[in-house]
């Protein structure tokens, strides 16, 4: 994908000073460390993502209807809630209405959550794994690490304007590049690398917060009766093949329950239904 610049004197200047920095970066740290163990290219400050973050979010608010659903609401928030009490932090949780079973996590510590993903579900386990796991691409940092990849790609910072228009075309890459619906533009979908990455670390959160992880793979069970006949929902558009989605989640699953099974023992239950 190429993002054009408008400012020519901009481009000129940064694709001067581009090697350099990248140079630099390279030798410095910009080479990170995922909380899974996996070696990522992180190139843009968190402050900067952060406020992209803040930014997408505040759009949705604006043209997106907010859910006056007390129940859903509740729901949410109690779940969101008992997640965000192992990370610490102030988030944002907010409820669409939108019949699509979708749910984004932010940088900027926010969490979005459509009330057809609230339909879908079949218990507060599994809303909770779908939390988790877009928690997940939050706290291995996949927005930056995108943006970092397109930025070394183009040699260009033309993201950092898009945050005054976020209508605009370049407005549209950086909502793209933060994961966000695909009403706003997605240009460059998390990889599924990042996906499965998010899968554990989610199934992990969840059940640390007193959630039965092995509700995550009835999730992904109920995601692919939920597809079969017609096209994936967004959720699922851009996300690794269901069996092999559930066959990671399996292997993973002693270490989860461990986890869970210590929660369990510290009180940690969960009632958000």
Request: charged letters at 15%; a neutral charge.
């Amino acid at each position: 994908m190429t993002v054009v610049v408008e400012t020519t004197g901009f481009t000129l200047m940064f694709k001067k000073i581009f090697p350099v920095l990248f140079a630099s970066c390279l030798l410095s740290a910009c080479i990170t460390t995922s909380p899974t163990g996996r070696s990522q290219f992180i190139f843009m400050p968190d402050t900067q993502i952060n406020q992209m973050g803040l930014q997408a979010f505040d759009t949705l608010k604006r043209e997106k209807p907010v859910s006056n659903n007390s129940r859903y609401n509740q729901v949410a928030s109690c779940i969101s809630q008992a997640i965000i009490r192992e990370l610490g932090g102030n988030w944002e949780v907010v409820v669409f209405e939108d019949k699509s079973p979708n749910a984004f996590a932010l940088p900027g510590n926010k969490i979005g959550i459509y009330t057809g993903m609230l339909t879908l579900v079949g218990n507060q386990d599994q809303l909770a794994a779908v939390i988790g796991h877009e928690v997940g691409h939050v706290l291995a940092k996949h927005s930056n690490e995108r943006a970092s990849q397109e930025m070394a790609v183009n040699q260009g910072m033309a993201m950092v304007q898009a945050l005054a228009s976020p209508q605009s075309a370049l407005g549209q890459t950086a909502f793209g590049l933060l994961g966000v619906g695909a009403e706003y533009g997605i240009l460059m979908p998390y990889s599924r690398i990042q996906e499965s990455e998010a899968d554990i670390i989610g199934v992990d959160l969840m059940a640390k917060a007193g959630f039965d992880p092995r509700q995550s793979i009835a999730l992904w069970q109920k995601m692919e009766q939920a597809s079969q006949g017609r096209q994936p929902v967004e959720f699922l558009s851009t996300h690794p093949a269901h069996a092999t989605r559930i066959q990671s989640l399996e292997q993973h699953m002693p270490q989860a329950m461990g986890l869970f099974q210590q929660a369990q023992a510290m009180g940690k239950q969960p009632r958000c239904n």
